[in-house]
Structures are given as structure tokens and as C-alpha cells.
């Protein structure tokens, strides 16, 4: 899984308007060159980590959607995930650490948590000045 296309489409489901929503199929669209089994597995990863809320009937015992499902936003994890991630500058730190330090395999959520880390200290290093 590519984390840069996973930012790329939380960062687009973030800009559901509330009451809208899209189907699976459709978002799925704007991002072909992601095979649709793994589209749904990363569907499915955002969603049962309460990152994304979907619609529509689905199991999340065994993490199974369908391509009819319909994403109707964030839920508060992913809305704490855009504000870490949606930054150019911080998540470019955040991959350039990751290389660095040879962690490249590292997750999307992983990343997620270190773009946090280097805002904390990007806010320490401008209140210490």
C-alpha cells in the first residue's frame, strides 16, 4: 500500500460536503491506478480503524466492502489524520524520516503518528523561540 495514495484519498474524503457522500465505485474512479481489491482493503482499514464512515451494509468483523457502499465522511481519528497529514511541508518531513531511518515499510497510520510527532516539535521548536 502507497502511503502517498492513501493521503491522497483520505485528503479527498475529507472534502466530502456533509450530507453528500460517495459511493466506493465513483471515488474509485478518481483513483484507477489503485486495483479495486486494494482500494477495498484500504476502504476497509480506514474504516475499521474509525477513520472513514461508511454506509451501507458491510461487515466489519471480517472487513468485507462493496464497491456500492457509500462513504459519507470522517470520523474523528481521520479528521486528527488530515490535520497531520494534509500539510505538504510536514508529511515530506514525514517521509523523508521514515527513508532516513529505514522505515520505509512503515504503515500509513504509523506515518500518521510520526507527521503528529514532528508537528509537536515544530510547535515546541516556535514557542520556545
Known amino acids: 500500500m502507497d502511503r502517498n495514495e492513501v493521503r491522497k484519498l483520505l485528503i479527498r474524503i475529507g472534502q466530502i460536503k456533509c450530507n453528500q457522500g460517495i459511493l466506493i465505485d465513483d471515488l474509485h474512479k ?9 482500494f477495498l482493503t484500504i476502504l476497509s482499514g480506514l474504516a475499521t480503524r474509525y477513520v472513514i464512515r461508511i454506509d451501507g451494509k458491510y461487515s ?7 464497491k456500492y457502499n457509500k462513504i459519507v465522511g470522517l470520523e474523528r481519528e481521520g479528521y486528527a489524520a488530515i490535520d497531520a497529514i494534509c500539510n505538504d ?5 514525514t517521509e523523508k524520516f ?10 500509513f497510520f ?3 503518528e510520526v507527521a503528529k510527532k514532528i ?3 515544530e510547535i515546541d521548536s516556535i514557542i520556545k523561540k
Do not use: P, Q
Open 89 to 93: 511541508k510536514i508529511w515530506s518531513m
Open 30 to 38: 478518481e483513483f484507477e491506478n489503485i486495483n479495486e481489491d486494494e
Open 98 to 107: 521514515l527513508k532516513d531511518n529505514d522505515y520505509d515499510n512503515f504503515s
Open 119 to 121: 508537528i509537536e516539535r
Open 60 to 66: 466489519m468483523d471480517c472487513f468485507t466492502l462493496e
Open 110 to 112: 504509523s506515518a500518521v
